[in-house]
């Protein structure tokens, strides 16, 4: 799974599908963008057909998935939020929940992301739950205790099979640096024993990794065992440098005995 965030940037949609397009052929695996909520049903960015609307004649066709950067936890009174019904309603793939960005900008708590993770979980959007320690919890050595404290949100709930996790350490997000691929490794592992553990059902999610990922580390990320994709901020913005990143993915993904 490789999900592109777009965050608030201004993207130029007509360059950026006509770069992705011409650097990326189909694939079949899991491939998503989180464009703001103005650009849902841009032209350009309607072109990237949802893959429940492809023709299976069409071998050009692509297998995109649009999704929110946020959504809401409930509806009616609540001026400038976008519900999980809206989202619903124009078919949005998948909801990006608990970013870092949102928990620091916008103060969002563990109370607050728990009622969105309930809202999404009973619909038919796939959620992305985002956690992630700082730089001083990481230098404290406490990043496991950092993680499971924000995987509470989740503590025995029945999860849908296409809950996903986006490890994304704070200290890493456009900063260009990142953690050692094995420690990544090892994170990622742990997130998937903790939510089988808490989760009702005992899900094992995927869990995808996020932070200053680009087109020259990509590789030593997805050759890791735990490693399910990348969530993709800022080299995302291009649409050539996001398409050699799903490229890099699908020689991974087409050659699991490297995994």
Known sequence: MIIANFKSNIVDYQIWVRDFMNSCPPVEFYVGMAPPFIYFFDNYVSRLEFWSNRDESDHDMWNMHIGAQDADHSSGSRTGAISVGMLEQHAIAFVI??????????HEDNDLIRKKIHAVNGSKLRPILCIGETKEENKEGITKDVLKNQLEVIDGLE?????????????????????????INDIHKYIKDVVQSISANNLVPDVIYGGSVTNKNAKSFFIEEF????????????????GEIVN???????????R
Request: cysteine-free; overall charge negative.
């Open 227 to 242: 490693v399910d994709g990348a969530l993709v901020g800022g080299a995302s913005l291009d649409g050539s440098t996001f």
């Open 159 to 183: 999860l849908g099979k296409n809950f996903t996790i986006a490890y994304e350490p704070v200290w890493a997000i456009g900063s260009g640096l990142t953690p050692e691929p094995k420690d």
């Open 97 to 106: 929940i608990g970013h870092s960005e949102r928990r620091e900008f916008f």
């Open 248 to 258: 890099i993915w699908e020689l991974i993904y087409n050659t699991s005995e490297t």
